[in-house]
């Protein structure tokens, strides 16, 4: 009996030992082994990380003077999955928003999804007029947001929040949920449209740019602005700052408790650019005594871009955040192209086009050869006039310069042959890119058989002619012509044009160091340092002495040579464009310039005062002169034909002389009919900003401001009933 009742309780002591060592262990696995995997379905807090963009870098001139910088900025964002998620707690379903849309077969379909518009009008924008913060907006911008992002990605209600409204927002946001406000930079062009053709603009970040991987390390990633013209966008790599990071902590409700953890993001490296900023002002106001033109200033001893403009010009700072649609178009339907760089792109350049092949007759002996002017030259069954009707006679190639004598280039040049005037072309950049840090650039055209045969005509007499005129297809840019200026006046040396001299960092480090790019030197590959000076006489002569073409560039302040060019061209209403390439001084040269006016009447007339000013005030600079740089509001174009241009002493220069100035010749029966039309204005390709969305009526509530709350809610249910 009583051994019967001991194995009784040893059986239950038995099973109750094994069951507390069952719940045991089970509390162990569910506590420990488990513990991830309940722990994520407890509500509580988590943890989010934001990425915070980089703080752009500046660009600044070649002495230190800062042209653009990014000054901070608020930007109110909605976190739309948020604030859906807040609607649902107080409604049982979400309200359906329909909309129509074309499939892939071209048949209308009715589409319904969530409509957002009337989720933040009840959730949030009660809150935000009470704070006084609401603005107008595009509905549509928030629909298509947020049915490609499905809320995932915050949307950007306004991004011109002043200090006073973040400082009211941050005071008093409780209540309104899903909406944050962050630091910013925006990008600021301190001068308005000065070097607005070199600066460039930017956009907005695009989150389709950044890779899936770069985006798997952040909840939420706020990409970088980025450059989409200019030096903003050669330089963007260097500009970019490095990114920050913040990791916030949300409770069970999904509601921001705190900041955890932030790594500041940290400045991108600076720009330096080999312009002058008060040089680049000079040039800009010069060429505001036109309508349409471009201007280039070079180095000769270095290749280093001085100053580089193009009229009529843009303001940068209209991109700035977003470009409105009524600027976009107002920029792009201009008939005058203010957004068109005519510095980098190609033209006809008439008779300054006769310098690269008075050098290129350097390399065949024809430069210390005498050739008859005979009023023109015959050609088949045309005859080829030079501008001065009665001709000039017999004339070396320094006379020939100086008058700028057709008839003598029509015999030159093919006495040199088309081989070595593509020798010299090519040798000194021509019908190639220059490699500026620009986007945009055109290299031109340098007409050759090869070419010729490619548009199905045969290479003659004529066409080699034509290319010693500037005329035809021969097409030059006006960087391209300044850096020739430039390689006659150091003698024979060839330097790559550029615009950007360094990049550094904020503590000095150089990123990209300083260092010229000579491409080729003349007197290595066949010319003499004689025949250079031959050519380079000839400019002194067009300017300082009697019966050049260019002496209306005279200067009392330094010596000035130069070469007018006259251009016909295939439009009727603007039958010519005025060139004037030049440098100074004479013996140790400083400064090139190259001078485009379109329609310009003659390079003498309209362009030469032009470059004489740009030298003078540069003269004046070197000798301590005071220019304040200043912004520039944007030169508006004109088609008016330019016939001449004065200065009066304000400006400094002063016209000094009357001018025996060359006239554009007559080509059209010795240019092929689909040859005579080649216009560059690419505003298709031009980098599309980012367009700021439209306010439609609905999205117009920044005027409910000065009501109360429930005036709102009024507004909205006077709407519905609507």
């Known amino acids: 009996m009583v051994t019967h009742y001991r194995i009784r309780l040893y059986f239950v002591a038995l099973l109750v030992i094994t069951g507390f060592s069952l719940l045991v262990y089970r509390l162990y696995h569910i506590q420990v082994i488990e513990f991830p995997t309940w722990s994520a379905r407890v509500p509580g807090s988590k943890f989010e990380s934001v990425r915070i963009p980089g703080i752009r870098g500046e660009i600044k ?241 270095n290749g280093d871009v001085l100053a580089l403009a193009s009229v009529p010009s843009f303001n940068p700072n209209v991109f700035i955040p977003e470009v409105s649609l009524s600027d976009w178009k107002r920029y792009t339907e201009d008939p005058t192209s203010p957004m068109f760089c005519r510095a980098i792109n190609p033209y006809s350049p008439g008779s300054t086009g006769k310098i690269p092949v008075a050098l290129a007759g350097c390399l065949s002996g024809s430069s210390k050869r005498h050739f008859n002017c005979g009023g023109g030259a015959q050609y088949g069954n045309k005859f080829m006039k030079c501008w001065a009707p009665g001709g000039h006679g017999t004339l070396d190639l320094s006379s020939a310069i100086k008058v700028s004598c057709n008839g003598f280039f029509y015999r030159y040049a093919n006495d040199a042959g088309i081989r070595n005037i593509q020798t010299v072309t090519n040798l000194l950049g021509l019908g190639h890119t220059t490699g500026i840090e620009m986007t945009g650039e055109n290299p031109g055209n340098i007409p050759n058989p090869e070419w010729l045969r490619m548009q199905g005509l045969a290479w003659s007499d004529a066409f080699t002619a034509l290319v010693a005129i500037g005329q035809g297809a021969t097409e030059m840019s006006p960087l391209q012509m300044a850096s020739v200026a430039a390689s006659v006046a150091n003698g024979g040396k060839v330097y790559q044009p550029r615009l950007v001299r360094k990049v550094a960092d904020r503590d000095g480090t150089i990123v990209k160091p300083d260092a010229p790019i000579l491409r080729t030197d003349l007197t290595r590959e066949g010319l003499k340092p004689d025949d250079v000076e031959l050519v380079k006489r000839g400019m002194w002569r067009v300017v300082n002495e009697g019966g050049g073409t260019g002496g209306r560039a005279h200067s009392d302040l330094t010596v000035i040579s130069g070469k007018t060019g006259t251009a016909q061209t295939a439009n009727p209403r603007q039958p010519t464009n005025a060139w004037f390439i030049s440098f100074a001084p004479y013996d140790t040269p400083e400064i090139a310039v190259c001078v485009f006016v379109e329609n310009g009447n003659s390079g003498g007339g309209a362009a030469s005062p032009i470059a004489k000013n740009i030298i003078d005030n540069y003269a004046m600079l070197e000798k301590g002169a005071k220019i304040e740089v200043a912004a520039l509001h944007e030169a508006i174009g004109n088609t008016d034909r330019i016939m001449s241009v004065e200065f009066d002493g304000r400006d400094v220069a002063t016209i000094a002389k009357a001018d025996n100035a060359d ?44 009501n109360s709350a429930p005036k709102f809610r009024l507004f909205k249910w006077f709407k519905k009933k609507q």
């Open 61 to 301: 001139d070649r002495n230190g003077l800062t042209l653009v910088d990014s000054t901070p900025t608020y930007e109110m964002q909605i976190d739309l999955h948020e604030v859906v998620a807040a609607y649902l707690r107080l409604h049982k379903s979400l309200p359906k928003y329909e909309w129509k849309r074309f499939d892939r077969f071209g048949q209308e379909e009715v589409k319904t999804e969530t409509d957002i518009i009337a989720i933040v009008e009840e959730t949030v924008f009660p809150g935000l007029q009470d704070l006084g913060l609401l603005a107008d907006y595009s509905t549509s911008a928030m629909r298509i947001h947020y049915r490609s992002t499905r809320g995932v990605v915050p949307f950007t209600y306004r991004r011109d929040l002043s200090f006073k409204e973040f400082a009211r927002f941050a005071e008093n946001n409780i209540g309104v949920p899903g909406v944050t406000v962050t630091r910013a930079g925006r990008r600021r062009y301190l001068y308005d449209s000065l070097a607005c053709h070199m600066l460039g603009y930017m956009n907005l970040a695009d989150p389709d740019q950044v890779s899936p991987e770069k985006k798997r390390d952040f909840n939420y990633y706020v990409g970088d602005d980025y450059g989409v013209m200019g030096v903003e966008k050669t330089m963007d790599r260097y500009l970019q700052g490095k990114a920050g990071k913040v990791v916030i902590e949300k409770n069970s409700k999904n509601k921001f408790v705190g900041e955890i953890s932030r790594t500041e993001p940290e400045p991108g490296s600076d720009v330096y650019l080999t312009i002058d900023a008060r040089l680049q002002m000079v040039v800009e106001l010069s060429l505001r005594k036109i309508g349409r033109g471009a201007a280039v200033a070079i180095d000769p001893r």
């Open 663 to 706: 006239s554009a010749v007559d080509v059209a029966a010795f240019v092929p009919e689909s040859l005579r039309e080649r216009n560059f204005r690419p505003v298709q390709g031009l980098a599309k900003p980012t367009i700021k969305q439209a306010t439609d009526h609905r999205g117009q509530v920044g005027r409910l401001n000065s």
